[in-house]
């Protein structure tokens, strides 16, 4: 396959060089500093799980000139899906998948209205790293994905995908409820970003102390209500299922938005505690411990340090 990695950070950077390295033909569109130590000296993957690695990619700062590819993964934080989206038309054919691996729930809607019906893809991926310097990925655990058509159907580029990642040894799945799927990281992903960054503070602390537990899973409880008035199938177990997942992740775990949020960067919180509280708002479901998390965390959006 002819793949485009747009986004080439840390979930970009780490699929693409998995996929790269077993000889699929990757283009890694970049910018700054990050594209030219890519350009330079190759993308590193240091991973506390698979060791270090580095591989020779082709990098872009713009895909004029590009032909048209088979699969986009679009890693791009959430705020910048629109712009990204209407950056890559120019290498879209008719058949051209574009997988999104962001957070959020709402992306993939954006990117078919911005290159039309039927080119996003769903994904989730359930793994935690960082760009710990121009060319360098820092991978600290996890690595799996379940991507899916959001119609549910099977359509050949999906299963080339799979069949790429499979043989690249990435654990994969494809999915034919990848709504759901969304929505159960959607749910997770938003209980921990909001209390590790709220209480700047890794899960392991979170669990020691009875009322912060408690807000996580109030937070989980919430989201899965506003969930399940949108009309997605979450089964009645969602909630136990996903709290007994964040009782078994390391203690050191944060997120990526805790991450963000110390480093000074702008925060995903829209696409994140504010989707739910506007969607919420809208179908009468109440969610003031989301509301709260928001509310906190909305002066540092932008990248203020408060």
């Known amino acids: 396959m002819r793949i485009l990695v747009v986004g080439a950070g840390a979930v970009g950077g780490y699929f693409g060089a998995r996929l790269a390295r077993i000889g699929e033909t990757v283009v890694f569109l970049a910018r700054g500093e990050h594209l030219a130590a890519i350009r330079r000296d190759g993308l590193r993957v240091r991973s506390t799980i698979e060791g270090d690695s580095v591989v020779k990619v082709e990098a872009v700062d713009s895909v004029a000139g590009l032909a048209p590819v088979d699969m986009v993964l679009f ?69 799996r994905i379940v991507f899916g058509e959001l119609d549910g159907a ?73 969930g399940r008035a949108a009309g997605v199938p979450l089964g009645d177990g969602a909630v136990e299922a996903i709290m007994t997942a964040a009782a078994e992740l390391d203690p050191k775990a944060v997120s990526s938005l805790h991450h963000d949020l110390l480093s000074g960067r ?31 965390l909305k002066p540092h959006a932008d990248g203020r340090r408060g």
Not at 99 to 128: M, P
Request: with cysteine; charged share 20%; aromatic share 6%.
């Open 154 to 226: 099977t359509r050949p580029r999906a299963e080339r995908l799979r069949e790429a990642f499979a043989r690249a040894a990435v654990p994969v799945e494809l999915s034919p409820q990848i709504t759901r799927v969304l929505w159960e990281k959607y749910l997770m992903i938003s209980a921990q970003a909001g209390m590790t960054a709220l209480t700047r503070s890794p899960i392991g602390v979170l669990r020691e102390i009875p009322e912060s537990w408690r807000m996580y899973r109030t937070i989980v409880e919430e989201m899965a209500a506003v």
């Open 266 to 296: 702008r925060l995903e919180l829209e696409a994140l505690h504010g989707h739910a509280c506007r969607l919420g708002q809208r179908l009468g479901v109440p969610v003031p411990t989301v509301s709260a998390v928001y509310a906190a």
């Open 75 to 143: 890693c791009v934080k959430s705020f910048d899906t629109d712009a990204a989206a209407a950056a890559i038309r120019p290498v879209i054919g008719p058949d051209t998948g574009v997988l999104s691996l962001q957070n959020g729930v709402d992306n993939e809607a954006r990117i078919d209205a911005a290159l039309g019906a039927g080119h996003a893809l769903g994904g989730a991926a359930y793994i935690f790293a960082i760009i710990e310097a121009p060319g360098v990925i820092a991978h600290r655990f996890g690595g």
